[in-house]
C-alpha cells in the first residue's frame, strides 16, 4: 500500500457521491480512494454559494443528482501548491537552477504567494458521447468556479474526465475534438479521455498522489537523466575540457569509453575532428560541388574509411581492435561541417 497522502484531499459534489447518484463511477472512485488512503468529503454548497450550473451531458451513469448539479470534484492540498511551468517562471533568470519548491515560493511573499493554490486541480466528469454540447454550457461552468465566494481563483485549473470509448464515426470525432479544443481556448478547460469507470478512478488517484508529491521534490538543476560520462581519467582541473570531450563522444551509439579516448588522442577537440573532415572532404573532391564528378559512392567510402583503422584497447584484455566503417561513418556524419539535420541525433 503507497504512503497515505493526508496533506492532500479530494471534496466532492453531490452529484457525483449522493444516495441519488447512483451509476458506476462513484463505488470505484471510492474503493481507489480508500486503497490510496486519501481522504473525501463531500463538497460544502453553502460555502461556495450554491451549486454549479446546469449540467451540459446526459446523466446515463447517474449524472445528476435531480437538482441540476453536475458531477464535480476538486483536490485540497493543506499546503501551498504551485505548478512546474510556474516554479519555472518564477525561477532566477527563466531557467530551473535554484528555481524554489512550492513552500518556498509561498514563505517568501509577494510574487511567489501569488502563483500558489490550495486548490491545484478542479475535475468534472461526463460521458464521453456528451462532449458534443456547446462549449458554452463547459464554459459556464468554468466562470461559476472560478468567480466569487468560489475560493479556487480566477486562475483555477479545470479538467474535464470523459469517460467511455467513443464509437462514433468520423464526423462525430472530428465535431467533438472543435467542441474540446474550444473549450480549452476559450475557457481554458483541459480533457482527458479514459476507457471506463476504473481508468477515471485511478487517473483521479494518481492526480492527488502527484499533487501530494510535489511537496517533497524540487525543480531539477539538470536533465532528469545524466549522460554516461568518463570514468577512468583523472580529475585534474588542467584537464577539463579533454574530460568533456571524451564524455560528449560516449553520447553517440557504438562509442565507448575507451573508444572515446582513442578519438580525442587522434583529434583532440571537437574543432579539431570538424576540420580534420573538412579537410579530408576536400582533399577527397567528393563536396557538393563535385558531387558530379565523384558522386555520393565516393563520399560514402570517405566516410567509412575516415577512422575506420582507429585502434582502441580491449578492456580486460591485451590487444586492440579497429574501430570499423560503421562507427566512423556515424561520426563523420555527425561532425561534418554540411551535417544534415536528421543526422545530428545518431
Known amino acids: 500500500?503507497?504512503?497515505?497522502?493526508?496533506?492532500?484531499?479530494?471534496?466532492?459534489?453531490?452529484?457525483?457521491?449522493?444516495?441519488?447518484?447512483?451509476?458506476?463511477?462513484?463505488?470505484?472512485?471510492?474503493?481507489?480512494?480508500?486503497?490510496?488512503?486519501?481522504?473525501?468529503?463531500?463538497?460544502?454548497?453553502v460555502m461556495l454559494g450554491g451549486g454549479p450550473p446546469q449540467p451540459w451531458g446526459s446523466s446515463g451513469d447517474g449524472g445528476s443528482d435531480g437538482s441540476g448539479g453536475a458531477r464535480w470534484a476538486y483536490l485540497e492540498s493543506d499546503f501551498p501548491y504551485a505548478p512546474h511551468r510556474a516554479l519555472v517562471a518564477a525561477s532566477t533568470g527563466g531557467g530551473v537552477t535554484g528555481a524554489p519548491s512550492a513552500d518556498e515560493a509561498a514563505s517568501s511573499g509577494g510574487a511567489g504567494s501569488a502563483m500558489t493554490t490550495r486548490f491545484p486541480l478542479l475535475l468534472a466528469f461526463e460521458d464521453v458521447g456528451s462532449a458534443r454540447a456547446a462549449p458554452e454550457a463547459l464554459g459556464a461552468l468554468a466562470a461559476w468556479l472560478r468567480s466569487a465566494p468560489r475560493p479556487f481563483g480566477a486562475q483555477a485549473r479545470l479538467l474535464l474526465v470523459l469517460i467511455g470509448e467513443a464509437r462514433s464515426g468520423v464526423a462525430q470525432r472530428q465535431e467533438?475534438?472543435?467542441?474540446?479544443?474550444?473549450?480549452?481556448?476559450?475557457?481554458?478547460?483541459?480533457?482527458?479521455?479514459?476507457?471506463?469507470?476504473?481508468?477515471?478512478?485511478?487517473?483521479?488517484?494518481?492526480?492527488?498522489?502527484?499533487?501530494?508529491?510535489?511537496?517533497?521534490?524540487?525543480?531539477?538543476?539538470?536533465?532528469?537523466?545524466?549522460?554516461?560520462?568518463?570514468?577512468?581519467?583523472?580529475?585534474?582541473?588542467?584537464?577539463?575540457?579533454?574530460?568533456?570531450?571524451?564524455?560528449?563522444?560516449?553520447?553517440?551509439?557504438?562509442?565507448?569509453?575507451?573508444?572515446?579516448?582513442?578519438?580525442?588522442?587522434?583529434?583532440?577537440?571537437?574543432?579539431?575532428?570538424?576540420?580534420?573532415?573538412?579537410?579530408?572532404?576536400?582533399?577527397?573532391?567528393?563536396?557538393?560541388?563535385?558531387?558530379?564528378?565523384?558522386?555520393?559512392?565516393?563520399?560514402?567510402?570517405?566516410?567509412?574509411?575516415?577512422?575506420?583503422?582507429?585502434?582502441?584497447p580491449i578492456r580486460g584484455k591485451k590487444g586492440t581492435r579497429r574501430l570499423g566503417p560503421v562507427v566512423s561513418r556515424r561520426i563523420f556524419a555527425l561532425f561534418h561541417p554540411e551535417a544534415l539535420p536528421e543526422h545530428v541525433l545518431v
Not at 471534496?11 to 471510492?30: E, F, I, N, T, Y
Not at 481508468?199 to 502527484?210: D, E, G, I, K, P
Not at 569509453?257 to 577537440?269: F, M, T, V
Open 1 to 45: 500500500m503507497p504512503p497515505q497522502p493526508a496533506n492532500v484531499a479530494l471534496r466532492v459534489s453531490a452529484a457525483l457521491c449522493g444516495a441519488d447518484a447512483g451509476g458506476p463511477l462513484w463505488p470505484k472512485l471510492q474503493e481507489a480512494l480508500q486503497e490510496s488512503g486519501i481522504a473525501w468529503s463531500p463538497i460544502d454548497h
Open 176 to 312: 467533438q475534438a472543435l467542441v474540446l479544443s474550444a473549450s480549452l481556448v476559450r475557457h481554458g478547460v483541459g480533457s482527458v479521455e479514459v476507457c471506463s469507470v476504473e481508468h477515471a478512478s485511478r487517473y483521479v488517484v494518481q492526480c492527488a498522489l502527484s499533487v501530494a508529491e510535489s511537496r517533497k521534490r524540487r525543480l531539477p538543476s539538470r536533465f532528469k537523466v545524466a549522460g554516461v560520462r568518463c570514468q577512468t581519467l583523472p580529475r585534474d582541473p588542467q584537464d577539463r575540457l579533454r574530460l568533456t570531450w571524451v564524455s560528449q563522444l560516449m553520447q553517440l551509439a557504438g562509442v565507448s569509453e575507451e573508444i572515446a579516448k582513442s578519438i580525442a588522442g587522434r583529434h583532440s577537440s571537437p574543432g579539431a575532428l570538424m576540420q580534420a573532415i573538412s579537410d579530408a572532404f576536400g582533399a577527397s573532391g567528393a563536396s557538393s560541388s563535385s558531387a558530379g564528378a565523384r558522386g555520393p559512392a565516393d563520399a560514402s567510402a570517405l566516410a567509412d574509411a575516415f577512422l575506420a583503422d582507429l585502434e582502441f
